[in-house]
């Protein structure tokens, strides 16, 4: 089974900071993949960003990147120059060794203030 | 990435009807996934749909509740038959393109009454 935990269910930041949302997850599959998606009030989900359990580097993807340490089984989700249509929930995911399963995480609540 | 749209968009009915959601997509794709997200909670996987087959169901959700259909590549329905109140909930389908991305469809946001 896999796990993925969020433990921040909101926070905020301030318009043209960085933040950083965290990710800690759990399996035994000897591969898997990482995911962020971004679910703003209109309810679709938007996705971000994807790690590979075995890429050498972290991913990186515009203003979105992936600090991905396997040995502490984290994948946080790094938005620089927050903009305020980056307010919305964020799901950390992770997808199982034979495709075909991805777990949520609770999601995290991120608030730009202007 | 691919133009993934779903029917209705939002609806509002009665308890102990049934609804069926349609899930159409710009490409063809093997697997499709139906998920259910209910108010201020996560994703939860329903089933996973692929074409010729029957959909497989994950723990908690039963065919009788929620069949589902994929006639063929593009399409896929879900219907909620027998609809209570706890169903209320966003209703998503993804599908899986490249390096085992899921894409996911707008949503269905159901109130059953």
């Known amino acids: 089974a896999q796990k993925i935990t969020q433990t921040q269910p909101g926070m905020f930041v301030q318009e043209k900071e960085a933040v950083t949302l965290d990710c800690t997850y759990d399996?035994?599959?000897?591969?898997?993949?990482l995911f962020w998606y971004k679910q703003p009030s209109s309810g679709e989900m938007i996705f971000l960003i994807y790690q590979g359990s075995y890429d050498q580097q972290n991913a990186t993807e515009g203003r979105y990147s992936l600090n991905f340490q396997k040995a502490r089984k984290s994948a946080n989700l790094v938005i620089s120059a927050s903009q305020l249509g980056d307010s919305a929930m964020y799901f950390c995911a992770i997808l199982n060794n034979a495709g075909n399963m991805l777990t949520f995480g609770g999601g995290t609540r991120l608030m730009v203030k202007p | 990435s691919a133009v993934i749209s779903q029917k209705p968009s939002r609806d509002i009915c009665q308890r102990g009807t049934s609804l069926t959601i349609q899930c159409q997509v710009d490409s063809q794709v093997t697997m499709m996934f139906w998920y259910r997200q209910q108010p201020g909670q996560s994703l939860t996987l329903i089933a996973t749909?692929?074409?010729?087959?029957?959909?497989?169901?994950e723990s908690g959700f039963v065919i009788d509740k929620f069949p589902i259909s994929r006639p063929n590549l593009t399409f896929s329905t879900l219907t909620v038959s027998n609809m209570s109140p706890e169903d209320s909930s966003i209703y998503l389908c993804?599908?899986?393109?490249?390096?085992?991305?899921?894409?996911f469809g707008p949503g269905t946001r159901l109130t059953v009454l």
């Open positions: 399996t035994s599959d000897p591969s898997y993949g």
């Open positions: 749909a692929n074409q010729g087959s029957e959909a497989t169901y």
């Open positions: 993804s599908v899986e393109l490249s390096t085992d991305t899921q894409y």
